[in-house]
């Protein structure tokens, strides 16, 4: 089976400080992988998906960037936090007809 | 695009019964989800359900009519550790997987 990891579990970041958060897939190859932030008592919100290396799809508009370096690599990024980035940031994959998505545990980033 | 709606919150005392509704608007439906996120943690997967009908798994079941855009999640046996959100998932085309803004349960004694 696949295993998420997801690093750091808890970030505390000034505005205007960049970003990155790196999520790394084990046992399967090639796997779409997704980006979700959840605010505080709110649901998931996609901000990016990715199907292959270098290939990535932006779901909403604003001040985050994601890149797919490598098959089992999925980076979020920003280059000036917002105090509005904060929130849960979840790193799933891979969601295919037959199966559930695999989470990483998750970063909980608070910009001060 | 895609539209999910379940209620914001419920209570429900332990040892009941609870039934958890979600609607949904969707191109291109493939299948519903169902998961359980208790807080500060990732949603840990409860059901999938792709045709109409009920799946049941243990105190747990869930309900989809594909026709009526609609999934409900069935808790029976109400615990104090089921206090959680619950979050309905839509599956939309080859890449897309969209979450409701999910239901937070409260479970009292």
């Known amino acids: 089976s696949q295993t998420i990891h997801q690093w750091p579990a808890t970030l505390v970041q000034p505005v205007g400080s960049p970003l990155s958060l790196e999520c790394t897939v084990e046992g399967t190859s090639n796997p779409n992988l997704y980006w979700y932030r959840q605010a505080a008592g709110r649901g998931l919100q996609l901000l990016f998906y990715?199907?292959?290396?270098?290939?990535i799809s932006s779901e909403v508009p604003q001040n985050l960037s994601a890149s797919r370096p490598q098959d089992r690599q999925f980076i979020l990024s920003s280059k000036k936090l917002l105090l509005s980035d904060s929130g849960f940031y979840l790193c799933a994959s891979p969601w295919t007809a037959n199966t559930e998505a695999f989470f990483g545990q998750g970063t909980r980033l608070t910009v001060v | 695009g895609q539209n999910i709606d379940q209620p914001t919150e419920m209570t429900a005392t332990e040892g009941a019964i609870v039934q958890i509704n979600c609607t949904y608007q969707?191109?291109?439906?493939?299948?519903l989800f169902w998961y359980q996120q208790h807080a500060g943690e990732a949603p840990t997967f409860l059901s999938y359900n792709v045709l109409d009908g009920l799946e049941e798994k243990g105190r747990f079941s869930s309900f989809l009519s594909r026709s009526k855009g609609y999934s409900y999640l069935l808790l029976k046996e109400l615990q104090m550790k089921d206090s959680a959100s619950y979050l309905c998932a839509v599956t939309a085309g080859a890449n897309n997987l969209f979450f409701g803004t999910g239901t937070r349960l409260t479970v009292i004694p």
């Open positions: 969707t191109s291109g439906f493939n299948g």
């Open positions: 990715s199907v292959g290396i270098g290939q």
